[in-house]
């Protein structure tokens, strides 16, 4: 069974960073898509930024140039680095992962999330 947890979120003020984690464990995927997505209260799961494999990436335009994603794929782990934070970043923020080649951030691609990590950014 796969599991995904994140960690990093926390509070910070605007214009500020911080580095989100995710350990991904118990999938054995060859080739796969993970990515990085966003709720805030009140409104729907936004992707933020994916990437796949073969080092795809995309990004929400949102997010272009301030967040960047990567893996290291020993530590089986995920991050997102945001920088340049916004209260508007503000949200619970999920990793998940599919065991694809598609690199999208369309939350019904996945079907497989972690609980989430809170950041807060405020002015």
């Known amino acids: 069974q796969v599991r995904l947890e994140e960690s990093g979120g926390g509070s910070v003020q605007a214009g500020g960073s911080l580095k989100l984690s995710c350990v991904v464990s118990?999938?054995?995927?060859?080739?796969?898509?993970m990515a990085w997505f966003r709720q805030a209260p009140g409104k729907e799961r936004e992707g933020v930024v994916g990437?796949?494999?073969?080092?795809?990436?995309r990004y929400a335009d949102s997010v272009k140039g301030r967040f960047t994603i990567s893996k290291d794929n020993e530590k089986d782990t995920l991050y997102l680095q945001m920088n340049s934070l916004k209260p508007e970043d503000t949200a619970m923020y999920y990793c998940a992962v599919e065991d694809s080649l598609i690199c999208t951030i369309y939350p019904t691609h996945y079907d497989a999330w972690g609980m989430g990590t809170q950041v807060t950014v405020f002015s």
């Open positions: 118990g999938y054995t995927y060859k080739t796969y898509s």
């Open positions: 990437i796949s494999s073969d080092g795809t990436t």
